[in-house]
């Protein structure tokens, strides 16, 4: 028998109402799994159990009176870069150690609102800086799938507890692929919408023009429902969209025949591993088997993005970072003066990543080189913007693999910043465009490590990107779990 916390969010929404479950044992159910595995995979720095039970308790009997909304009583897990009211959020930093915020990020406080459930935070690289979760100042977090290995990041310890059955679903943060990324490795389905499509309200800020909140699901269905109850316009948030709230599961299942798929050729070359490279053009094939009208399509600006998010992300993280300094909230070393003070305080509370992100962007944005740098990424980025344009005045949605290898070692890169960084090859050209992307399992590898399909869609056509990658995974019907739950059920 499949227990609760491996159940989808779709199927157990459907139990709660048709009195089968409770949202008492849904959560308990996952708290058991916590127990079960935490010590071996290390997805949460901060876990609330008794506030959870509380919370579940209430949200049964707002089910029980009828009209309560389909989030209620599904119990998720929190990335610790989103503010959450009362409860510690560090961001994986010892520099925020301690620190409690005073209120609630806005997509939290929608489903809290909605009577949701909240586990607690999970782990991740500091301040959302990494793509392997060996970053954290808290220690890596391990895949579920193969605990020697990485999860991915930075949201690892969301991807990793969703795989796990920790957490029925879970949000994280995409900056340059930090929910695709770490949900291809773990074997999950990880959705990045559009820029300001999820307000960043309460969101600790990395890269404030690409930092994008996403979600992790075991399955489309559910991103698509989870995504209808955080997305929509937020007047805290100035970037946030001015679009309605809606429905995002509606037409999901419309089937995808004569859609037009564009596989993207700078996608497969150097780096791919081979068995990445056959999961996603059989999972290309398959489109085309379910009808759908497949071509090769080029995005030629894409060799550049990785070199040009790299000058932008550190360059706005240089400007965002500048609030800790030891003086308002979280760690504060002792200095003979303020200067000293604060120099000590950002020498000991940052990690050796987030430092040299810090100089990156300091240096990229200094007089005199301002223009050759960030000036010069932006340019490569308008770019980038058009290559989309281009392709999708041809095709519906792109398609290409999410990261070019399945999940590596803890420790393999950890001391080489050039090879970690082209884990995100793939992924940050839509967050430089601000386009809707998500990552979906396309199958195993030979070492049995999950692989990520990339679907890419224009500009607010989250209906077209769910609907096709609705389609794809039905015909994929990938079933595996990782050895660490299967071994629990034998």
């Not at 499509?197 to 075991?218: E, Q």
Request: hydrophobic residues 40%; proline residues 5%.
């Amino acid at each position: 028998m499949t227990a609760l916390c491996d159940r989808s969010a779709t199927e157990l929404s459907a139990m709660l109402r048709g009195g089968e479950t409770s949202s008492v044992e849904i959560t308990a159910s996952c708290f058991q799994r916590i127990e079960a595995v935490e010590d071996r995979v290390r997805a949460f720095l901060a876990r609330r159990e008794d506030a959870a039970q509380e919370q579940a308790t209430a949200a049964d009997s707002r089910i029980a009176s009828g009209g309560a909304p389909a989030v209620a009583g599904i119990p998720l897990a929190l990335k610790d870069v989103l503010s959450t009211r009362g409860v510690e959020t560090t961001c994986g930093s010892k520099i925020l150690d301690g620190y409690v915020p005073p209120y609630d990020c806005t997509p939290w406080k929608r489903l809290k609102d909605d009577g949701s459930v909240l586990l607690g935070k999970t782990n991740c690289d500091e301040f959302a800086m990494g793509s392997s979760n060996e970053n954290s100042a808290f220690g890596p977090v391990h895949n579920p799938w193969d605990l020697t290995m990485v999860p991915g990041g930075s949201s690892g310890g969301s991807a990793a507890a969703v795989a796990a059955g920790e957490a029925i679903w879970a949000l994280g943060t995409d900056t340059g692929g930090s929910v695709r990324q770490p949900a291809s490795l773990c074997g999950v389905v990880g959705l990045k919408p559009t820029y300001g499509l999820i307000s960043r309200y309460g969101l600790i800020a990395f890269a404030s023009s690409l930092d994008t909140i996403g979600t992790f699901t075991r399955g489309v269905r559910d991103a698509a429902m989870l995504l209808s109850f955080i997305a929509g316009k937020d007047l805290l948030d100035a970037t946030s969209l001015d679009t309605p709230r809606r429905d995002y599961t509606e037409g999901i299942d419309g089937g995808i025949d004569g859609l037009r798929v564009g596989v993207v050729r700078e996608a497969f070359g150097e780096g791919v591993e081979a068995g990445v490279e056959s999961s996603v053009r059989d999972a290309v094939d398959r489109l085309a088997g379910l009808g759908a009208t497949v071509g090769e399509t080029s995005l030629p600006h894409t060799d550049y993005a990785l070199s040009a998010y790299y000058l932008i992300a550190p360059s706005e993280a240089s400007s965002n970072l500048a609030r800790y300094d030891g003086v308002r909230y979280g760690l504060r070393v002792d200095g003979a003066d303020s200067i000293e003070m604060m120099t000590r305080t950002r020498g000991a509370g940052f990690g050796a990543e987030v430092k040299r992100r810090i100089m990156l962007g300091t240096y990229a944005l200094s007089a005199g080189y301002y223009e050759a740098y960030y000036g010069q990424a932006q340019k490569v980025r308008t770019l980038i913007i058009r290559d989309y344009e281009a392709a999708f005045s041809d095709f519906d949605v792109l398609v290409s693999p999410t990261s070019p290898t399945t999940a590596f070692p803890i420790g393999a890169k950890v001391d080489d910043p050039l090879a970690m960084y082209l884990n995100d090859v793939f992924t940050i050209p839509a967050n430089l465009s601000g386009m809707p992307a998500i990552s979906i399992p396309s199958g195993l590898d030979e070492k049995g490590l999950p692989v990520g399909v990339q679907i890419t869609a224009p500009v607010l056509r989250e209906d077209v990107l769910l609907r096709a990658a609705f389609a794809l995974e039905q015909a994929i019907a990938l079933e595996g779990r990782p050895r660490l739950v299967t071994d629990l059920a034998a």
